[in-house]
Nanobody, 125 residues
Framework: QVQVTESGGGSVQAGGSLRLSCTAS????????VGWFRQAPGKESEGVAA???????KYHGSVKDRFTISRDNDKKTLYLQMNSLKPEDSAMYYC???????????????????WGQGTLVTVSS
């Protein structure tokens, strides 16, 4: 049973930055595809980014060039560096993972389901 600690959310003004973290236990983290998806109030969930065990990454088009996903397997921690934040990035952000997939993406992990309760990001204009 995976257990996670998600952190790093908060309130920032447009153009600001945040770094989300997700530390997992109970899984062989280094072998997992892991990533983030988000859900804003009244909107459908959206895959944000994912990183494969080999370090390859995939981003949603709306965050590419602004967000960077990374992982530290020794610390069993997933990160999402978010720069140039926009009000439309405001959402609850969830981390998720899967040990075996041919499609390591935020959308796939969204279907798998969140590992934790999420961390809230609010961007004001």
């Amino acid at each position: 049973q995976v257990q996670v600690t998600e952190s790093g959310g908060g309130s920032v003004q447009a153009g600001g930055s945040l770094r989300l973290s997700c530390t997992a236990s109970g899984v062989q983290f280094s072998t997992y595809c892991v990533g983030w998806f988000r859900q804003a109030p009244g909107k459908e969930s959206e895959g944000v980014a994912a990183i494969e065990h080999d370090g390859s990454t995939k981003y949603h088009g709306s965050v590419k060039d602004r967000f960077t996903i990374s992982r530290d397997n020794d610390k069993k921690t997933l990160y999402l560096q978010m720069n140039s934040l926009k009000p439309e990035d405001s959402a609850m952000y969830y981390c998720a993972g899967d040990p075996m997939t041919l499609d390591c993406s935020g959308d796939y992990l969204m279907a798998v389901g969140a590992w934790g309760q999420g961390t809230l990001v609010t961007v004001s204009s």
